[in-house]
T-cell receptor, first 110, second 114 residues
Framework: GQNIDQPTEMTATEGAIVQINCTYQ??????LFWYQQHAGEAPTFLSY????GLEEKGRFSSFLSRSKGYSYLLLKELQMKDSASYLC???????????FGKGTRLSVIA | GAGVSQSPRYKVTKRGQDVALRCDPI?????LYWYRQALGQGPEFLTY????????KSGLPNDRFSAERPEGSISTLTIQRTEQRDSAMYRC????????????FGPGTRLLVL
């Protein structure tokens, strides 16, 4: 089976740094995606990792360890607009549907 | 188009009626995916197409659900004899080509079965 785990909810302070973890056990692995989803809106692409290590993109960074089945999304200099759900998703092979975690709802407070 | 579009955005129907949900992918995108998303959950796979060929329909809950993409562009997800448990957000996504490509999501159709 496919299993992707991430915390249900997190709260962080404006201007701070937050790390959202994701662990996965899947039948195959061909890359890991992070999506951001604001309430009532469509998921939007944030990052993609297929090799081990850290990918940095502005205030957002994503890390992958394939041997550990582990990824995290790091958000720096948090802003109120970062309040959203963050979805971890795994591509198990080639051009196939993504397997999504349940999402982590992040609340940024003043 | 600029992005993935879906119609209708909201659909209220009575139990037992058939509904058709439409997805118009980003122009030129080869692959099209249908997902269902419950409140507070991640999207769950239903079915997907490469061009006009349905590649996998293992996520469709039962035989009341079907999908087609006859010309390799617009797709329709049809639910026959709707039931209250079918109420959900139905999302469509498309990606450019085969291989691991980023999937871009549409705004979804919120279906409510009374």
């Amino acid at each position: 089976g496919q299993n992707i785990d991430q915390p249900t909810e997190m709260t962080a302070t404006e201007g701070a740094i937050v790390q959202i973890n994701c662990t996965y056990q899947t039948s195959g692995f061909n890359g890991l995606f992070w999506y951001q989803q604001h309430a009532g809106e469509a998921p939007t692409f944030l990052s993609y990792n297929v090799l081990d290590g850290l990918e940095e993109k502005g205030r957002f960074s994503s890390f992958l360890s394939r041997s550990k089945g582990y990824s995290y999304l790091l958000l720096k200099e948090l802003q109120m607009k970062d309040s959203a759900s963050y979805l971890c998703a795994v591509s198990t092979s080639g051009n196939t549907p993504l397997v999504f975690g349940k999402g982590t709802r992040l609340s940024v407070i003043a | 188009g600029a992005g993935v579009s879906q119609s209708p955005r909201y659909k209220v129907t009575k139990r037992g009626q058939d509904v058709a949900l439409r997805c118009d992918p980003i122009s030129g995108h080869v692959s099209l995916y249908w997902y269902r998303q419950a409140l507070g959950q991640g999207p769950e796979f239903l079915t997907y197409f490469n061009y006009e060929a349905q590649q996998d329909k293992s996520g469709l809950p039962n035989d009341r659900f079907s999908a087609e993409r006859p010309e390799g562009s617009i797709s329709t997800l049809t639910i026959q004899r709707t039931e209250q448990r079918d109420s959900a957000m139905y999302r469509c996504a498309s990606s450019l080509a085969t291989g691991v490509e980023t999937q871009y999501f549409g705004p979804g159709t919120r279906l409510l079965v009374l």
